[in-house]
């Protein structure tokens, strides 16, 4: 019984660093998002300032609640720039935001990399443990890339997206989250 139990704390220590890898990889798409907001320029400049700005501000509260997550499961949080550094898989390459496209297409990277990291690594080793707390809790972080994921799309197939009606829709649906 006693194996049993090991292998157990084992692969819930595995979760709480998974958790921790997921924030830092947050923290950088995060920090990536933020520039975008404050740099890009180009003909569409105050949709895409003001599209970055509520992406940014949606990251912020997940990195919060994953942070506050990873406490909860009895680990420690990652806080520093430079452990989410050394331990985060998204690139933490700058783009050129003179070219719009180019920043949208790396930030659908990042999305694609951190839903990839969920599915394929954080839900199985919940599963083995029967961690229905952070199974819940990470399909709610996916459904949110899934949308960001929709939205950075729709830029990149409609050349003059009007993102107004989508940025309030999606405030909308952020403020009654916060609710």
């Known amino acids: 019984m006693k194996l049993k139990s090991e292998m157990m704390d084992k692969v ?16 950088v798409l995060y920090t990536k998002t933020r520039n975008a907001h404050w740099n890009v320029t180009g003909s569409n400049f105050y949709e895409l300032h003001k599209f970055f700005e509520i992406q940014h501000d949606v990251l912020d509260v997940m990195i919060d609640d994953i942070a506050e997550r990873i406490r909860a499961t009895g680990h420690f949080a990652l806080g ?4 989410f550094l050394r331990v985060t898989q998204v690139s933490e390459e700058n783009s050129d935001f003179g070219n719009s496209t180019q920043i949208i297409q790396t930030l659908i990277i990042d999305h694609e990399t951190i839903l990839h990291i969920i599915r394929n690594d954080i839900i199985p080793n919940s599963e083995k443990i029967k961690d229905y707390g952070t199974i819940d809790f990470v399909l709610g972080i996916i459904e949110q890339h899934e949308k960001m994921l929709w939205m950075l799309r729709a830029f990149l197939s409609e050349p003059f997206f009007s993102a107004i009606d989508h940025i309030r829709n999606i405030s909308d649906q952020f403020a009654e989250r916060q609710n």
């Open 12 to 27: 819930k220590n595995e979760v709480g660093t998974l958790l921790n890898k997921l924030l830092a990889d947050e923290y």
């Open 80 to 83: 520093s720039l430079r452990d």
